[in-house]
């Protein structure tokens, strides 16, 4: 395991369809996180698990969206009936960590979403 | 919320030359994080650095948490070096990490 992985790499959708990304982190990470990019911003917080737990999510996660980490293991971000403003890059990192100390996170290679 | 901002948004170097990029925090963090965004959209770990500093190869980085603020030095730039840098910050529970505004490195021979 070298690293987080994400699939797919790119994703062109219609308007209004589901989208389903996938996340793998860094084998023994407990945390895993995920973020949204858009063109000429930095990365803005989603949501974050800590093993099989959601524990915090953003103002950003519309009721559109959701995550899973079923098994505490990869995680799943969903898009339900897509607009164009869902257009970004999504992100996913994963840390670990004890407790509430905070620790270097690492990145995938993200999913860009293009809705159409 | 915390905010981090950085500086210059934009810079053009000769390959060769020094930079000093700069990230202003308004809050106490307990994690700092310097990241080059590649052309791809990756984002690579630089440095993990809440505070001090430290080096890896031309890149350098320095902390210092009390006055709210950290510099990433590259010395002898290369065109590879081209692209974004982000510093994130993350404070207090410390788990999210919040992202500075960028700064636009174009290295050009």
């Known amino acids: 395991d070298t690293g987080v992985s994400q699939n797919p790499r790119h994703k062109i959708t219609k308007r209004g369809q589901n989208v389903t990304f996938r996340c793998d982190p860094i084998s023994e990470h407990n945390r895993l996180y995920w973020y949204r990019q858009t063109l000429g911003q930095g990365p803005e917080f989603l949501t974050y698990f800590q093993n099989e737990a959601q524990l915090e999510k953003s103002r950003l996660l519309s009721d559109r969206f959701s995550a899973e980490r079923p098994k505490g293991s990869f995680s799943t971000l969903e898009i339900q009936r897509t607009e164009q403003g869902d257009s970004a890059m999504y992100l996913c990192?994963?840390?670990?960590?004890?407790?509430?100390?905070?620790?270097?996170?690492?990145f995938g290679q993200g999913t860009r979403l293009t809705v159409v | 919320g915390i905010q981090v901002e950085q500086s210059p948004p934009d810079l053009i170097l000769q390959e060769g030359a020094n930079s000093t990029l700069r990230c202003n925090f308004s809050?106490?963090?307990?994690?700092l994080q310097w990241f080059h965004q590649n052309p791809w959209g990756q984002l690579i770990n630089l440095f993990y650095?809440?505070?001090g500093t430290k080096q890896n190869g031309r890149l350098s980085a320095t902390t210092v948490a009390t006055e709210r603020y950290s510099l990433l030095y590259i010395s002898s730039s290369q065109t590879t070096d081209s692209g974004v840098y982000f510093c994130a910050v993350t404070t207090g529970g410390g788990n999210k990490l919040t992202f500075g505004t960028g700064t636009q490195l174009k290295v050009e021979l």
């Open positions: 809050d106490s963090v307990n994690n």
């Open positions: 990192a994963s840390s670990l960590a004890r407790d509430r100390e905070a620790t270097e996170a690492f």
């Open positions: 650095i809440p505070s």
